[in-house]
């Protein structure tokens, strides 16, 4: 039987600042203060469930999000506006040009989906998202960058 840490402990177990920062960097107050709450708050969106994809409950303030596929994530970004950019990810546009997410399956070899109406159609229906907002944006990618780290496994398509 396997035993799981609370999420917040493995997070803080499996997420340290790099051990090569400078030493003024790590011993820095204000420094250790913005990790401190990045790591916070990125606790705080990996506890967020994710939903059936509805643009117009996602709110036009700035944040991080996660598409989700089989419990497992699939795509980890920030957005100064997070219902324009969910907007972007779901275009039924033939081509793309903006969303790293949307290339990133139509170049995947386990997906391979072509861009317009058939990729709209697979992420509404393979895919949840969840969303976690914060005005900063040093903070958005500090979280950004936390949750990357954290989740990273195989499938997970940012680079």
């Known amino acids: 039987m396997v035993t799981r840490l609370p999420l917040e402990q493995e ?6 600042a790099p051990q090569q920062m400078e030493e003024s960097v790590t011993t820095n107050p204000k420094f250790r203060e913005l990790l401190k709450d ?10 967020v469930l994710p939903n059936d ?9 700035g944040g991080v ?3 989700q596929r089989k419990s497992r994530a699939l795509y980890i ?14 275009s039924a546009e033939i081509q793309d ?18 861009y317009g109406k058939e990729m709209h159609n697979w992420i509404l229906k393979n895919c949840r998202y969840s969303f976690y907002e914060i ?6 990618a500090l979280v950004e960058a936390l949750t990357i780290t954290f ?7 940012n680079k």
């Open 53 to 61: 994809i509805k643009v117009e409950r996602v709110p036009t303030t």
């Open 65 to 67: 999000y996660k598409f």
């Open 97 to 114: 040009t903006t969303s790293a997410f949307r290339r990133s399956i139509h170049t995947n070899p386990e997906l391979g989906i072509a």
């Open 151 to 157: 989740k990273r496994h195989p499938g997970l398509l």
């Open 77 to 90: 970004g920030k957005a100064v506006n997070l219902r324009r950019r969910l907007r972007d990810h779901l």
């Open 11 to 16: 997070f803080l177990v499996r997420v340290q």
């Open 135 to 140: 005005d900063s944006a040093d903070m958005r």
């Open 38 to 47: 990045a790591k916070k708050k990125t606790v705080g969106f990996l506890s």
